[in-house]
């Protein structure tokens, strides 16, 4: 059972933005750390798209946005185009439980 | 550029381990730490651990304590990930990620399925 939770599934069609949320507690984001966000195509490792809560690596598209804010954080994708769809996790700090690494419980973003 | 290159896939019998490597290129191997990752059929990703590639210092997620062993051999740049008593619901693909510097991992292995049935 993941401490952090999205929503299963988001859509939208070419064109449009969606948004993705990633919700903690005090434990994890509430307490400050950091949000990452990473894109899982199918049948592949994923791969880092945020780090830091809203820094992009080199060469992810600026369409990719992140947030953060009390024991939440978001990604936004704007201009959301056919090769976006994919599962998309969120990735935080948890004090909790001796410390350790948590993972969202992962979206799956449909391009209509 | 860097990659991390993962082991074959394994079968294995329930009870039995099973030990992962992933070889690490085109970076200084003892600056940066590795977390091993694992996801289940059809499910989401589960963080499993981490490894200091520089003193080996671990931390090994709960509810994996006692059954799994992470260790490096910086001789040859490579990460091994241990996991012991193997159960049917350990069967999943592993996964080896590098810890960047300023967050998040930033480069993955392959993956490494690994299947565990009588």
């Known amino acids: 059972q993941s401490v952090l939770t999205q929503p299963p599934s988001v859509s939208g069609a070419p064109g449009q933005r969606v948004t993705i949320s990633c919700t903690g507690s005090?434990?994890?984001?509430?307490?400050?750390?950091?949000v990452h966000w990473y894109q899982q195509l199918p049948g592949t490792a994923p791969k880092l798209l945020i780090y830091?809560?809203?820094n992009r690596p080199s060469g992810v598209p600026d369409r990719f946005s992140g947030s953060k804010s009390g024991t939440s954080a978001s990604l936004a994708i704007t201009g959301l185009q056919a090769e976006d769809e994919a599962d998309y996790y969120c990735?935080?700090?948890?004090?909790?439980?001796?410390?350790?690494?948590?993972f969202g419980t992962g979206t799956k973003v449909t391009v209509l | 550029q860097v990659q991390l290159v993962q082991s074959g896939a394994e079968v294995k019998k329930p009870g039995a381990s099973v030990k992962v490597s992933c070889k690490a290129s085109?970076?200084?191997?003892?600056?940066?730490?590795i977390s091993w990752v694992r996801q289940a059929p059809g499910q989401g990703l589960e963080w499993m651990g981490w490894?200091?590639?520089?003193?080996?210092?671990?931390n090994y997620a709960q509810k994996l304590q006692g059954r799994v062993t992470m260790t490096t051999d910086t001789s040859t740049s490579t990460a091994y990930m241990e996991l012991r008593s193997l159960r049917s619901d350990d069967t999943a693909v592993y996964y080896c990620?590098?810890?960047?510097?300023?967050?998040?991992?930033?480069?993955w292995g392959q993956g490494t399925l690994v299947t565990v049935s009588s």
């Open positions: 990620a590098r810890v960047g510097f300023l967050g998040g991992h930033d480069y």
């Open positions: 085109g970076y200084t191997f003892t600056s940066y730490g």
């Open positions: 490894i200091s590639a520089y003193n080996g210092n671990t």
């Open positions: 005090s434990s994890n984001i509430g307490a400050g750390y950091d």
């Open positions: 830091g809560n809203s």
């Open positions: 990735q935080s700090y948890d004090s909790s439980l001796s410390g350790s690494e948590v």
